[in-house]
DNA sequence: ATCTTTGTTAACCGTTTGGTTAAACCTTAT
DNA sequence: ATAAGGTTTAACCAAACGGTTAACAAAGAT
């Protein structure tokens, strides 16, 4: 990632854009307030992408598209479930430890506004389930799991994988945690998650 | 919960308020909106609240007022650990599905403003942990669970729960459901969160 | 050197926003 | 009847907002 002070201006209004939109949300941010955090003026704001709306809209597709990889990667490569899973697992809460506001971006921006995403989901590359579904059906087959449906495997992953990020000060809030003892929980969790779903569908 | 055409005035605001509060947070909703939603003048918020930041506070008190007992059930109740997250899930599951609205509202305003959180859990009889961690710690020395630890389980609970609420819109696209095929996934988690949980930690 | 295009700024504009005000409207006690 | 209290309304206000404009500066092109 390029240093802000040597990027051309757009980049620097992109950066700042991302701050303060993953931040405040974009009901809560001010325009104001980006071009204050990129150091230029409010109006080359407009100069170069219209209109808050469109600003956003950059903003939030350059953030899903560096968490639709991710995706793709326990749907649609060729390792086993286990692999998949243990993975998956590592590797997510590696990537989102260093982009902590990213998560509750995208989902609180898809809540606000479905019409919009439903939009981003016909132009990305989405990611489908059913690779993953039918291999979880020949695992099952194949005697190296028990009994699983592959749609709540999917969801439960997610959920285990994504949720703490998602509700921080609630889980430090309700486990009496600060931010040191939240970031060993989640360093925890690196093989916790993964053992766990493992444990609970391995035969 | 009575009908709104027979509540005072200053039910009627709650009410409203709450409505358009949780579809569109604090930044989002419009004083005007919450008084046509309630069929009143606008001046009569500011009679009976003050301003939006206090009526916001009197519903995000009351929807938390609901949550919180949910918890305590799981952390403080006596039945065994088998029994809590057979019931916590089964019960959190039908309640949230009575008020879809509530997790993600809760959480997006928790993660808004960690301050005014932090002044709620002063006041209100705030749940704790270390009932439930010794408990599952008794559990693990009588050979009832694997080794567990109390911490994680309980944030693997909260998620497994929670997420699928939180994360509608993602969940419906990545599994291409529509309405009807997320509610029936929905009422399967109710025995398929807690069959996996008990599935990875019972002995 | 001068023209043209691109980048940048301060000042401005119309609208929306949360909040106020003063007058009117009930209800009820005397 | 009427005075007093709380309740409700339309009209209003200042501030904040997203967005525009016109003038200016920098950089290339001829």
Redesign the pocket.
């Known amino acids: 990632m390029a240093n802000p002070k040597t990027q051309d201006?757009e980049g620097q209004i992109l950066d700042a854009a991302q701050e303060v939109f993953q931040k405040k949300g974009m009901d809560g941010?001010?325009?104001?307030e980006i071009a204050d955090q990129a150091g230029?003026?409010?109006?080359?704001l407009?100069?170069y992408y219209?209109?808050?709306?469109l600003l956003f809209e950059a903003v939030f597709s350059k953030a899903f598209a560096l968490l639709a990889p991710q995706m793709n990667k326990i749907l649609n490569d060729d390792s086993s479930i286990e692999e998949k899973v243990k993975n998956f697992t590592h590797n997510y809460i590696s990537f989102i430890s260093k982009h902590p506001y990213l998560p509750n971006f995208i989902i609180q921006e898809m809540n606000r506004n479905p019409n919009f995403f439903e939009k981003l989901q016909q132009n990305t590359a989405f990611p489908t389930l059913e690779k993953f579904n039918k291999q979880v059906g020949l695992e099952v087959e194949q005697g190296i799991l028990k009994p699983t449906d592959g749609k709540q495997l999917f969801v439960h992953i997610l959920s285990l994988n994504i949720f703490p990020f998602v509700a921080t000060p609630l889980i430090k809030a309700l486990l009496g945690v600060d931010e040191t003892g939240f970031n060993d929980l989640i360093e925890e969790r690196k093989t916790a998650v993964s053992n766990f779903i493992i444990e609970s569908i391995k035969k």
Do not use: P, V, W
Request: charged letters at 25%.
């Open positions: 201006t941010a001010r325009m104001q230029i003026n409010k109006a080359m407009h100069y219209r209109s808050k709306q």
